[in-house]
């Protein structure tokens, strides 16, 4: 199941209370204070862990408090600190206050720890009070409460590629065909009920990330359809690759349904329409004189620097096309603009 939106509380432990004690051994009179300090509470801490992919362990529990500290013992024991509690998030995960709607971290490196609440201080014990003028003091403090608060928790897929596209333009099947991903493909659509990693494997050692999102149509981002959900995980993304179905099954112009995914793109985030964009023509088996191809091509946007033709089913193009999509996420511009 993939989770990528959670609400939890989250409360760093109480510091442990201070102790009111007095020294008491045999043949040592007015043995003075010996009341020891509260121990300090745990703090909450997240730390990313590259192993997760959903927001799935947050589903079924909403409090996460972390331990308290102990409180102080007479022969100037000091109470035992709290234990801390380390949340494990997936990469990407952004982490907001829930009261002031304020982000607190983006949590995008594996490894990166982040303290979100601080346990409280310890209380200080009679033994700290004790001065040349006060020998006795029969008070002690209590221990500070820990931090406490509401987050919201929202994961966005770091990936190099996203793609994008109306219901059943076969991004599925291309994420089949470049990576060991094992999506759902179905000829229906909405085949894709959530996003999808797929790792790219080329010659050389070399690597890339895609991201198959869920199909994509007129009014997504006002929630219409299921690809609204997920419009935020191909923010991240570097580039965007956008895939057309050259004769679909509705009979729409392919056209016209690019235009409507740049529309709903550009509604929901402008920052969207900055990203670099490669446009592939699916289904490339079914238009062997390549009439349907070319006349699509003829009729995009001249602004539409590379245009790839592919067949996600007998693999056509697809090596070309990983070729290109590594040289643009390497910054390495120098090769074909379209094959």
């Not at 409180?71 to 997936?90: F, Q, R, S, T, W």
């Not at 897929?157 to 999506?183: F, H, Q, W, Y």
């Not at 057309?244 to 709903?264: A, F, G, Q, W």
Request: aromatic share 6%; hydrophobic share 35%; glycine share 12%.
């Amino acid at each position: 199941m993939f989770i990528d939106e959670a609400k939890i509380r989250v409360k760093a432990g109480d510091g442990g209370h201070g102790c009111i004690s007095f020294r008491r051994e045999k043949y040592i009179a007015k043995g003075g204070p010996d009341g020891g300090d509260g121990g300090k509470g745990g703090d909450v801490i997240f730390v990313v862990d590259a192993s997760l992919d959903t927001l799935l362990d947050f589903s079924g529990r909403h409090d996460w408090i972390a331990r308290n500290g102990n409180c102080g013992e007479g022969a100037n024991k000091h109470g035992a600190d709290g234990e801390d509690l380390i949340i494990p998030v997936p990469p990407g995960t952004l982490v907001y206050d829930e009261k002031y709607d304020l982000l607190l971290k983006d949590m995008n490196e594996p490894g990166l720890r982040v303290r979100i609440c601080r346990g409280g201080r310890g209380g200080k014990g009679n033994r700290a009070f004790a001065t040349s003028t006060r020998q006795t003091p029969r008070f002690a403090t209590d221990g500070k409460p820990g931090n406490e608060r509401n987050l919201r928790l929202e994961l966005k897929l770091i990936a190099d590629i996203g793609l994008v596209g109306m219901p059943n333009a076969g991004k599925s099947t291309l994420v089949s065909r470049c990576s060991e991903a094992r999506p759902k493909i179905a000829n229906y659509p909405f085949t894709t009920l959530s996003p999808m990693l797929g790792i790219v494997e080329l010659t050389g050692f070399r690597r890339f990330v895609m991201a198959d999102i869920p199909g994509l149509i007129e009014g997504a981002q006002d929630g219409v359809g299921l690809g609204h959900d997920f419009l935020r995980h191909i923010e991240r993304t570097r580039i965007l690759v956008h895939l057309l179905d050259i004769l679909p099954s509705d009979e729409s112009d392919p056209v016209e349904n690019y235009h409507k995914i740049r529309s709903e793109l550009e509604l929901y985030s402008e920052v969207l329409m900055e990203k670099p964009e490669v446009v592939v023509l699916n289904k490339a088996d079914l238009d062997p004189e390549g009439i349907f191809c070319d006349d699509i091509r003829s009729r995009l946007p001249e602004s539409i620097q590379e245009v790839f033709v592919v067949s996600a089913v007998t693999g056509e193009g697809i090596l070309e096309l990983n070729e290109r999509l590594w040289a643009v996420v390497k910054g390495k511009d120098d090769e074909p603009d379209s094959y």
